[in-house]
T-cell receptor, first 116, second 114 residues
């Protein structure tokens, strides 16, 4: 079965690094994603990593993937108050229902609070 | 702005009623996905359409149905509404049927059933 787990809360000081962790169970995941949801808003894609990679860097964001342990992390360098939001980890798994489709399974989200 | 639009933004209705949520995908995207976000269940995949045809089903109740029209917009119909159907409903779109690449999400429709 599939399950994506994240811790629910994280609090950091402005200027520090934030690390949000995620574990997933389905080893057939192809892509793993990080989405950001600000209050009252939709889901904004932050970054994603293909399952055969172990690291991806994109400006202040660094994604690390440990496929053996099924562990994904998102590091935000120099965290700002504007980074306060809920961060969702998601895995993309192929489902053979009908013609075949990848579906996203989301974690429950980690609420990041940045203290000025 | 993801390019995916959803209407209405908010909807308040009563139990037993029926509502229709609308989604327009990004220009050129043929795949539309519907998700439900609730406090207890988190974000759950409901159903996917690709170029007018149902492609995959997730945790969608029988009281719910969806369709995708020739102009590629999609509607999610929720009937015999219950209090527990109160949630944020998201639509996402992608360019390919598989969806392994990026899905872009709309701003959501917040449904409140009283």
């Amino acid at each position: 079965g599939e399950d994506v787990e994240q811790s629910l809360f994280l609090s950091v000081r402005e200027g520090d690094s934030s690390v949000i962790n995620c574990t997933y169970t389905d080893s057939s995941s192809t892509y793993l994603y990080w989405y950001k949801q600000e209050p009252g808003a939709g889901l904004q894609l932050l970054t994603y990593i293909f399952s055969n990679m172990d690291m991806k860097q994109d400006q202040r964001l660094t994604v690390l993937l440990n496929k053996k342990d099924k562990h994904l992390s998102l590091r935000i360098a120099d965290t700002q108050t504007g980074d306060s939001a809920i961060y969702f980890c998601a895995e993309s798994i192929i489902r053979y229902s009908g013609a075949g489709s990848y579906q996203l399974t989301f974690g429950k989200g980690t609420k990041l609070s940045v203290i000025p | 702005d993801s390019g995916v639009t959803q209407t209405p933004k908010h909807l308040i209705t009563a139990t037993g009623q029926r509502v229709t949520l609308r989604c327009s995908p990004r220009s050129g995207d043929l795949s539309v996905y519907w998700y439900q976000q609730s406090l207890d269940q988190g974000l759950q995949f409901l159903i996917q359409y690709y170029n007018g045809e149902e492609r995959a089903k997730g945790n969608i109740l029988e009281r719910f149905s969806a369709q995708q029209f020739p102009d590629l917009h999609s509607e999610l119909n929720l009937s015999s509404l219950e209090l527990g159907d109160s949630a944020l409903y998201f639509c996402a779109s992608s360019s390919q049927p598989g969806g392994a690449e990026t899905q872009y999400f709309g701003p959501g429709t917040r449904l409140l059933v009283l």
